[in-house]
C-alpha cells in the first residue's frame, strides 16, 4: 500500500486503477505467456489454457457470457461438466476457437 492510501480499498478499486495505468494489456499478455509456457510444457488444452490464450480472466469471460465468475470458476475445474450447447458456442466465439476445442476442454 502507498503512503496516503487508504486501508480497505475494494479489489474492484485496486484492479481498475492497475487497468487505466496500461495494467490491463500487461495481464492480457501475462495470461497468453503463460498459455504458451503450460502448452510448451505439454500441459492439455484444458479451458483455463484456452481462456488465458485468448487474454481473458475468468471475470472478463463471464462478463463476455453473461454469467458469474464462479460459475467460469466452476466450469475450468470440471464441477460443471456438462454446459448447454448454447454456453459452448458463446464460449467457442468468445474465445475466437472452434467447438471441438471447447469440447474438448471441457471433457479433458
Do not use: W
Amino acid at each position: 500500500m502507498s503512503e496516503g492510501e487508504k486501508p480497505g480499498k475494494s479489489l474492484v478499486e485496486v484492479v481498475r486503477r492497475f487497468e487505466n495505468t496500461g495494467g490491463r494489456e500487461a495481464l492480457q499478455t501475462a495470461r497468453r505467456d503463460l498459455a504458451r509456457l503450460k502448452e510448451r510444457a505439454g500441459e492439455p488444452s484444458d479451458l483455463k489454457m484456452l481462456r488465458l490464450a485468448a487474454g481473458l480472466s475468468q471475470a472478463e469471460l463471464a462478463v463476455a457470457l453473461k454469467t458469474s465468475q464462479s460459475y467460469v470458476a466452476r466450469l475450468e475445474t470440471g464441477q460443471i461438466r456438462n454446459p448447454t450447447a448454447r454456453r459452448v458456442v458463446q464460449i467457442a466465439q468468445t474465445l475466437g476457437i472452434d467447438l471441438q476445442t471447447v469440447m474438448d476442454a471441457i471433457n479433458g
